[in-house]
């Protein structure tokens, strides 16, 4: 076992799981919701099914639950302790022709959630042995709940891709509600083999609702559950078991030899070698060899290069008193691929902190790790914010140090950059923990100073852009060719209509003229960094009216004054939320992410808008959309977007499909996306056979409200 080791027995043939498995309770009465199986000191796999109903949600919710927090009880040296968790890594439950899993099904596959648990080192025994189901195997399972006398004896009887078939004993306790996530112990190899996912419970009366009398027919004790292998091959794309179970050191290793000189020099003594590494144990929650003997230079140099945490524990020991020889160690151990970026004491205060901030902040991370990392290679798609952390700590530092000075590690960055979109109080613990981080790191206070530089003004550059002046008109159809316009101006402080002739009635170019009057006389200051913004509100039969190709120029103009090339042009449709007024909390919470949210393409002219509509139900994180199909299911589909909240939608009016502009609008930012709609505009006039498409961006800004008239009285003008 060497001189650091784990806490805890080791497992040995007649054990249960009982030692391995967590319990999850429900937050709304306490009971038992099911188990999971104990991956690392901090991290616990279940099935997502059982996370949903801890949560209070319907149990098959195939959406992320975000940054909402369950209890986990984990069973350690201490004995049964309670903490918080958050999801990591989700993996939906999912039907097995694909699409939703709905009551009443009997079989899914998917449904694994990866829970972080904000337990401190050496709160749970080490995680077992993990082998491939077989069939015949005869295991063990256990209720969530922990106790002695719910074990539930099964045996493995067939395997059928990602489900294996078990059948109970007909004596002993039988599998129900609660073993869900629960691990299956093998005996015989002293392993896991899988996670219980659901039992075949006897049939009810359709009428009644009660369970039928017994019958020799009926299906009696059998269970399906997750083999390990496919847990593997569901995990391991997401990075979850890339730490597991380290392999010996290689001797020849450059870092083990490196940190074993490092290590001599450092605690060149016995007395402060074995002094040290009780410590280092101590810190990250394992058992050592006593209190006589000190591990061996070499033990000292593997156990650095196979727990992830414990070269930054180590260099935080050593930093105060012997910072010379921390930085050898710490130069010593970058060269190898296990130890991570914190420290256990380091980490925990981090997530911590986290907890604390507001969920909108947190919210933001994404975009701020996009902000403080512009460069950075791509993140994994829809991650938590935990599986981001996890990556951000992967990361190199950035490039802008002086030569030979330690580098800002990319994940202090990205927290500086969040830390500025905190209120005070959640600001300054962030910064304090930064610099505890970057003095462990010995980083020059000079370093860590520009990149909170940095993020100030990134964050007033924020401020800025959210607060861009805008120009919204209403624009209604009157005769043919000629619509009425009401003309209202966003400044910063409020609306304020600036149009007092409502009857009138403008051709295209009049209208373009009367708007141009109106922006000339915007507050030259105001809009200093950048043009205003024009946002038409239509009715939802004029989404594609051309407002952005009238042309204000008069006979003795010498430029054109096309609107939608000199101004990021943009169209809205109030109508469209306000007829399915249940999807507004869905629009500001998509709003609220447009940043990190995803983006939907629809380009399949064989989709009906049903599926449409239950393709946005389905990611509700979307935030954009680009559309690019025929005109007639082109129109129908827009609207559906705009109906059920999605607040920014692309798509092309002059062309069916392999539309240019889709192309080439998915190459910008979703923010920028105002401004790359104007600057294709004024390329198609530049080169109309480059750029032959007719943008059309629908923009519905859940943080500026549109005029009060438009929303309760949109016949007044009709």
Request: charged share 30%.
């Given at each position: 076992m060497g001189w650091f080791r784990a806490l805890g027995p080791e497992p040995d043939e007649d054990q249960d799981p009982g030692p391995f498995a967590a319990s999850i309770p429900r937050a709304r009465d306490g009971r038992t919701a099911g188990a999971g199986l104990v991956l690392d000191s901090d991290t616990v796999l279940t099935c997502a099914h059982v996370v949903n109903d801890a949560l209070g949600r319907a149990l098959f919710e195939s959406r992320p639950p975000g940054p909402d927090e369950l209890d986990v009880v984990l069973r350690g040296p201490r004995g049964s302790e309670r903490f918080p968790a958050r999801v990591a890594h989700w993996i939906a439950p999912r039907h097995k022709a694909g699409g939703a899993v709905h009551e009443g099904d009997d079989e899914w596959h998917g449904d694994l959630a990866v829970l972080r648990v904000d337990a401190p080192p050496g709160s749970t025994f080490p995680p077992p042995r993990r082998i491939a189901m077989s069939a015949d195997q005869r295991v063990t399972v256990r209720h969530g709940s922990g106790h002695s006398a719910t074990f539930a004896e099964l045996t493995v009887k067939s395997l059928e891709g990602p489900v294996g078939y078990l059948d109970g004993a007909a004596t002993g306790m039988a599998v129900g509600p609660g073993y869900s996530g629960g691990p299956l112990w093998h005996r015989q190899s002293r392993a896991v083999v899988g996670l219980m996912t659901a039992h075949f419970m006897p049939p009810h009366d359709p009428d009644t609702g009660k369970p039928l009398p017994y019958s020799p027919q009926h299906l009696v004790r059998r269970s399906w559950a997750i083999p390990w292998q496919h847990v593997e091959a569901e995990l391991r794309p997401l990075g979850v078991l890339d730490t597991e179970e380290p392999g010996p050191v290689d001797p020849e290793d450059p870092a083990f030899t490196l940190l074993t000189e490092a290590i001599e020099r450092a605690l060149p003594s016995a007395i402060e070698r074995g002094d040290c590494a009780r410590r280092l144990a101590r810190a990250c929650g394992v058992g050592h060899g006593g209190e006589v003997l000190p591990p061996t230079v070499e033990e000292f140099a593997a156990f650095l290069l196979t727990h992830p945490r414990a070269l930054a524990a180590l260099v935080e020991l050593l930093r105060r008193n012997n910072p010379e020889e921390a930085d050898h160690v710490l130069t010593a151990g970058r060269l190898h691929r296990v130890p991570?970026?914190?420290?256990?004491?380091?980490?925990?205060?981090?997530?911590?902190?986290?907890?604390?901030?507001?969920?909108?902040?947190?919210?933001?991370?994404?975009?701020?790790?996009?902000?403080?990392?512009?460069?950075?290679?791509?993140?994994?798609?829809?991650?938590?914010?935990?599986?981001?952390?996890?990556?951000?700590?992967?990361?190199?530092?950035?490039?802008?140090?002086?030569?030979?000075?330690?580098?800002?590690?990319?994940?202090?960055?990205?927290?500086?950059?969040?830390?500025?979109?905190?209120?005070?109080?959640?600001?300054?613990?962030?910064?304090?923990?930064?610099?505890?981080?970057?003095?462990?790191?010995?980083?020059?206070?000079?370093?860590?100073?520009?990149?909170?530089?940095?993020?100030?003004?990134?964050?007033?550059?924020?401020?800025?852009?959210?607060?861009?002046?805008?120009?919204?008109?209403?624009?209604?159809?009157?005769?043919?060719?000629?619509?009425?316009?009401?003309?209202?101006?966003?400044?910063?402080?409020?609306?304020?209509?600036?149009?007092?002739?409502?009857?009138?009635?403008?051709?295209?170019?009049?209208?373009?003229?009367?708007?141009?009057?109106?922006?000339?006389?915007?507050?030259?200051?105001?809009?200093?960094?950048?043009?205003?913004?024009?946002?038409?509100?239509?009715?939802?039969?004029?989404?594609?009216?051309p407002v952005d190709e009238w042309e204000g120029s008069g006979p003795d103009e010498i430029v054109p004054g096309v609107l939608g090339v000199e101004f990021p042009l943009v169209v809205h449709c109030p109508e469209l939320l306000r007829r399915h007024e249940r999807f507004l909390p869905d629009w500001r919470r998509r709003w609220s992410r447009l940043d990190s949210g995803a983006t939907l393409v629809f380009s399949d002219a064989s989709l009906s808008t049903n599926e449409i509509y239950a393709e946005l139900m389905r990611k509700l994180d979307a935030v954009r959309v680009s559309v690019d199909v025929p005109a007639g299911l082109r129109d129908a589909v827009v609207q559906v977007c705009l109906a059920v909240g999605v607040p920014v939608v692309v798509w092309d009016r002059g062309r069916d499909t392999d539309s240019h502009v889709v192309k080439q609008m998915a190459e910008v930012a979703t923010r920028e996306l105002p401004d790359g709609v104007r600057s294709y505009r004024a390329n198609t006039m530049l080169h109309p056979l480059d750029y032959p498409g007719r943008p059309v961006l629908a923009w519905a800004d859940a943080d500026r409200t549109v005029p009060r008239l438009h929303l309760t009285e949109p016949q007044e003008s009709a």
């Open positions: 991570r970026l914190l420290s256990p004491r380091e980490y925990g205060r981090l997530h911590q902190l986290l907890r604390g901030i507001d969920k909108a902040v947190l919210g933001r991370f994404a975009e701020a790790v996009r902000a403080a990392l512009p460069l950075a290679a791509a993140f994994p798609g829809g991650e938590t914010l935990d599986a981001l952390i996890d990556h951000l700590e992967t990361l190199t530092g950035d490039g802008r140090s002086d030569d030979g000075e330690p580098r800002v590690p990319a994940l202090l960055r990205v927290m500086e950059y969040v830390s500025v979109l905190c209120p005070g109080p959640q600001r300054a613990g962030l910064r304090i923990w930064s610099d505890g981080v970057a003095v462990r790191l010995a980083i020059p206070r000079s370093a860590l100073a520009e990149r909170r530089s940095d993020a100030q003004e990134w964050a007033r550059v924020m401020r800025t852009r959210s607060a861009r002046v805008r120009v919204l008109v209403q624009v209604t159809r009157a005769d043919p060719g000629r619509h009425r316009l009401r003309i209202w101006c966003d400044e910063g402080a409020g609306l304020r209509q600036v149009s007092t002739d409502t009857s009138a009635a403008y051709s295209g170019s009049q209208a373009a003229r009367e708007l141009l009057r109106v922006l000339e006389t915007l507050d030259p200051a105001a809009v200093d960094e950048q043009r205003p913004l024009v946002e038409v509100l239509v009715d939802r039969t004029s989404l594609n009216l």
